[in-house]
């Protein structure tokens, strides 16, 4: 079965520049996460999609962060602009239901400068 | 308002020895805990869990031990083993009691598991 998928794995930016970023999750999963995890944190959660809805995005900064899960598979996440702050890991992950186990993609490292 | 807290960024232990991991919370609506485990360059992966009506799971080596009345719950590693080497994160969800925080996950800072051969 194949995992989570996320490109690019690394991007560099400088602040006011915008950025996107990809999540394949695993086939059939109907819910799907995007965590930021600053560096030395735990992955806090963003935004959350059941199909293609929105459960959950009070964590979102919505001035300058947007999501999309077009169709119920692939979904971006955008930052647009960026600033020096959202340096971060952010990662996706999926699951059947919301109390199934999560399965997280590698990550996306941002570095804005 | 840190809701999920592991407040021992690392942890050295020699092989074959045992390493506890502890992870307190203050929101008590929490009833079921999981703990995940993150190599360098790749996403977290489930370890194990908890729910609130339990005070004890075990799978093989990793036992969780879930203590409600202090809000604490600890990871225990018997015996550990060099590939155990990785950071663990602690997370918290409200499960039974379901609601708008259903199935979401808060996670702790992370503990830096280091197991020397």
């Known amino acids: 079965e194949a995992g989570v998928a996320q490109s690019p794995r690394y991007k560099i930016i400088e602040k006011r520049q915008s950025v996107a970023f990809w999540c394949n999750p695993i086939?059939?999963?109907?819910?799907l996460y995007w965590y930021q995890q600053i560096l030395g944190q735990g992955p806090k959660l963003l935004i959350q999609?059941?199909?293609?809805?929105?459960?959950?995005d009070s964590q979102l900064p919505k001035d300058r962060f947007s999501a999309e899960r077009l169709k119920g598979v692939d979904s971006t996440l955008k930052i647009q602009p960026a600033k020096l702050e959202d340096s971060a890991v952010y990662l996706c992950?999926?699951?059947?239901?919301?109390?199934?186990?999560?399965?997280f993609g590698p990550g996306t490292r941002l570095t804005v400068l | 308002d840190q809701q999920v807290k592991q407040n021992s960024p690392s942890l050295s232990v020699q092989e074959g020895r045992i390493s506890i991991l502890n992870c307190d919370y203050t929101?008590?609506?929490?009833?079921?805990f999981l703990w995940y485990k993150k190599y360098p360059a790749e996403g977290p992966t489930f370890l194990i869990s908890?729910?609130?009506?339990?005070d004890k799971n075990e799978d093989g080596r990793f036992t969780v031990f879930l203590n409600k009345s202090a809000k604490h719950l600890s990871l225990h590693i018997v015996p550990s083993q060099p590939g155990d080497s990785a950071v663990y994160f602690c997370?918290?969800?409200?499960?039974?009691?379901?609601?708008?925080?259903?199935?979401?996950?808060?996670f702790g800072q992370g503990t830096i598991l280091t197991v020397h051969p």
């Open positions: 997370a918290a969800t409200v499960f039974l009691k379901g609601g708008t925080s259903y199935g979401k996950l808060t």
């Open positions: 086939s059939g999963h109907a819910t």
């Open positions: 908890i729910s609130s009506i339990k």
């Open positions: 929101n008590s609506m929490f009833d079921y």
């Open positions: 999609f059941q199909n293609n809805g929105v459960v959950d």
């Open positions: 992950a999926s699951t059947w239901g919301a109390l199934d186990e999560q399965f």
